[in-house]
Antibody, heavy 116, light 107 residues
Framework: EVQLLESGGGLVQPGGSLRLSCTASGFTFSTYAMSWVRQAPGKGLEWVSGISGSGDNRYYTDSVKGRFTISRDNSKNTLYMQMNSLRAEDTAVYYC?????????WGQGTLVTVSS | DIQMTQSPPSLAASVGDRVSITCRASQGISIWLGWYQQKPGKAPKSLMYAANSLQSGVPSRFSGSVSGTDFTLTIISLQPEDFATYYCQQYSAYPRTFGQGTRLEIK
């Protein structure tokens, strides 16, 4: 059974940093691209970042380029998102998703709140 | 970036009805579109990939179609558990992009 478990969310002040983790199980992690998708309170889904199975290729939406860094450790079956220079508009539930034909499996999400 | 225009934003229907939701891509994406269902407080669930292929375990009352850059999700004989918000997503290119969502409500 595929499982994705996010962690690392919390309350952070504007300008602060946070690192999200997503631990995967139930599939060959290194074979699949992975994505982070977020959802601000009461809003729709926004794709944030993606990474190839090897980790060689990384992609970002414009609003997070230069501030967020996606990475993965295939030996630990774990996906990461380092978020720096956080802004109020980054407040959202962050989901990791296994990126096969879009996102076939999703985690339950972790809430990031950026507020003073 | 590829823009996905989804309509309608909301839709009211009754159990047993047939409904359709559409997404239009701003440029060609072949068949690389997925549909997702999201219920309040829950993670999205993949319903369909490659425009018209059902994910495992998804009921056959859900179907998808494509005509050029126009994609349609159709649900026949709505069930109570189908009332939710639906999103399309293109995965032809990065950045992946979602439609704005369609909230399907009980009439």
């Amino acid at each position: 059974e595929v499982q994705l478990l996010e962690s690392g969310g919390g309350l952070v002040q504007p300008g602060g940093s946070l690192r999200l983790s997503c631990t995967a199980s139930g599939f060959t992690f290194s074979t699949y691209a992975m994505s982070w998708v977020r959802q601000a309170p009461g809003k729709g889904l926004e794709w944030v970042s993606g990474i190839s199975g090897s980790g060689d290729n990384r992609y970002y939406t414009d609003s997070v380029k230069g501030r967020f860094t996606i990475s993965r450790d295939n030996s630990k079956n774990t996906l990461y998102m380092q978020m720096n220079s956080l802004r109020a508009e980054d407040t959202a539930v962050y989901y990791c998703a296994k990126d096969w034909n879009g996102g076939d499996y999703w985690g339950q999400g972790t809430l990031v709140t950026v507020s003073s | 970036d590829i823009q996905m225009t989804q309509s309608p934003p909301s839709l009211a229907a009754s159990v047993g009805d047939r409904v359709s939701i559409t997404c239009r891509a701003s440029q060609g994406i072949s068949i690389w579109l997925g549909w997702y269902q999201q219920k309040p407080g829950k993670a999205p669930k993949s319903l369909m990939y490659a425009a018209n292929s059902l994910q495992s375990g998804v009921p056959s009352r859900f179907s998808g179609s494509v005509s050029g850059t126009d994609f349609t999700l159709t649900i026949i004989s709505l069930q109570p558990e189908d009332f939710a918000t639906y999103y399309c997503q293109q995965y032809s290119a990065y950045p992946r992009t979602f439609g704005q969502g369609t909230r399907l409500e009980i009439k």
